[in-house]
């Protein structure tokens, strides 16, 4: 086994999976509220749109706050702060379940509660994905990247797929310690977190210079690799924090990352109620939502593996995006559960398969401090979705009865992304360390 394989091997046994724990227990917590709706908004009197803003507000705290802990995560290193995040996020995620018992002790209503918390676990997780994804960079060479982020961004349909099932189940303990369901689905679901922080502390490595479980020979070879990537890209050009959020080339991630979480969120928050009206128990509903997350983590793999092994980017990106809209869209037509329900599946597959290759292409032009910047204004832009696209479900849904139309909705906000990455440029060149293509060990060149 030569060196390169077996350093990038190590630690990628190191971090990666580890990394898809965490970020598995950070979605889960951030989108079962859409499980919790099956029982919370009867019980605290929410209507679809104001469970819908409520869902939503989440991602403008998080887009406040996203870049200056990302900035912060590159001065005190990954380990400090991303034990941090979760740590406030657990407490915050535990709170949820106890809406009604802060309503009364605060004189607020419901919905208030709701919002407020919605708020600070938005404000308490922001930098985590923005912050993996940095620290990513600092451990993968580019022609690693695109394989490695599908990997880490598996956890998300990842889950729904194993925690739409629990979370169902864990809607069955109605009336267990005078409880409701979704109340402890909120608290047992929060509990991982504060775990994993402590955990984090203790086992992350912020640098490879500081990976004392490789060996000398692998840590040189990683810092060494790492730093001519970096002294590539900024012969061509470096950037300053301020240039990177402000440059075109990010803004226009920004809006391509837009499109893909509009349709990601918008349906993960109303597809159990979406199922549940197909006449399913809860439990039934949390295995039926999993099916389009299945799909989804195989496309996360297999696309990202094919993006990496051509260096193409744009067009992995929009084909993946056009399917999502496409199968959104026409399960907008569609009543039959079954026929809808292969449609999800068929976006479900284009929505997760370009979510990690929009991630490679700000990784090849920025590095540094710019790179923090740039890709937590890009996650902080591009999360502004999480807030439209639930919205805009749950006040269609109100108006028109239906969720069709809000369907229909989402499919739109896809094709924007579309257009956006058909117009954005993109040098793949910069992705390697002499201006052309890497090429794997056994894979023939192409000229």
């Known amino acids: 086994m030569d060196l390169e394989t077996r350093t990038m091997k190590r630690v990628m046994l190191r971090l990666v999976p580890f990394l898809i724990l965490c970020y598995f227990i950070a979605y889960l917590d951030r989108v079962n509220v859409g499980f919790a709706a099956l029982q919370m908004n009867k019980a605290l009197g929410f209507s679809a749109s104001a469970f819908g803003f409520g869902a939503g507000i989440f991602f403008i705290a998080y887009f406040f706050f996203e870049v200056p802990s990302n900035l ?30 802060i309503a009364q002790a605060t004189g607020l209503s419901n919905a208030y509660v709701f919002y407020g918390l919605r708020v600070l676990l938005g404000v308490a997780e922001a930098g985590f994905f923005p912050g993996i994804i940095y620290l990513l960079t600092l451990w993968f060479p580019a022609k690693y990247r695109g394989r490695v982020v599908g990997y880490f961004m598996a956890a998300i349909p990842l889950s729904t797929v194993i925690g739409g099932p629990i979370s169902g189940a864990l809607l069955q303990m109605d009336g267990i310690g005078g409880m409701q369901g979704w109340q402890w689905l909120y608290l047992i679901e929060a509990l991982p977190a504060l775990v994993l922080a402590f955990v984090v502390f203790f086992y992350l490595t912020d640098k490879p210079q500081n990976a004392h479980w490789l060996a000398d020979d692998e840590r040189n070879w990683l810092v060494d690799r790492q730093a001519q990537e970096r002294a590539h890209r900024e012969a061509v050009h470096s950037f300053s924090v301020k240039e990177a959020i402000f440059n075109p080339r990010v803004l226009a991630i920004a809006l391509i990352y837009f499109g893909a979480n509009a349709t990601n969120y918008g349906l993960s928050f109303f597809l159990p109620q979406i199922v549940k009206a197909f006449g399913l128990s809860n439990l039934q509903t949390g295995f039926v939502t999993s099916l389009p997350y299945a799909v989804g983590v195989i496309s996360m793999v297999l696309w990202g593996r094919h993006s990496d092994r051509t260096l193409e980017r744009r067009w992995h990106v929009a084909i993946a995006l056009m399917v999502a809209a496409g199968g959104i869209a026409a399960s907008a037509g569609l009543d039959n559960p079954v026929l809808k329900m292969i449609a999800l599946s068929i976006a479900g597959f284009g929505i997760f398969g370009c979510l990690p290759i929009i991630w490679t292409l700000p990784a090849s032009f920025l590095s540094g401090a710019a790179a923090a910047g740039g890709i937590a204004a890009i996650n902080s832009l591009g999360n502004l979705a999480g807030f439209f696209g639930p919205y805009a479900m749950g006040w269609i849904k109100d108006s028109t009865g239906g969720f069709g139309a809000g369907l229909l909705c989402l499919a739109g906000a896809g094709m924007v992304g579309v257009a956006a990455v ?8 910069l992705e390697t360390i002499s201006g052309t293509r890497d090429v794997e060990e056994g894979e023939p060149a192409r000229s």
């Open 72 to 101: 912060l995560l590159e001065r005190f290193g990954a380990r400090k702060w991303i034990a941090r995040i979760m740590f406030t996020w657990g407490v915050l995620a535990a709170l949820m379940a106890y809406i009604p018992h």
């Open 422 to 429: 058909l117009l954005l440029h993109h040098d793949s060149a």
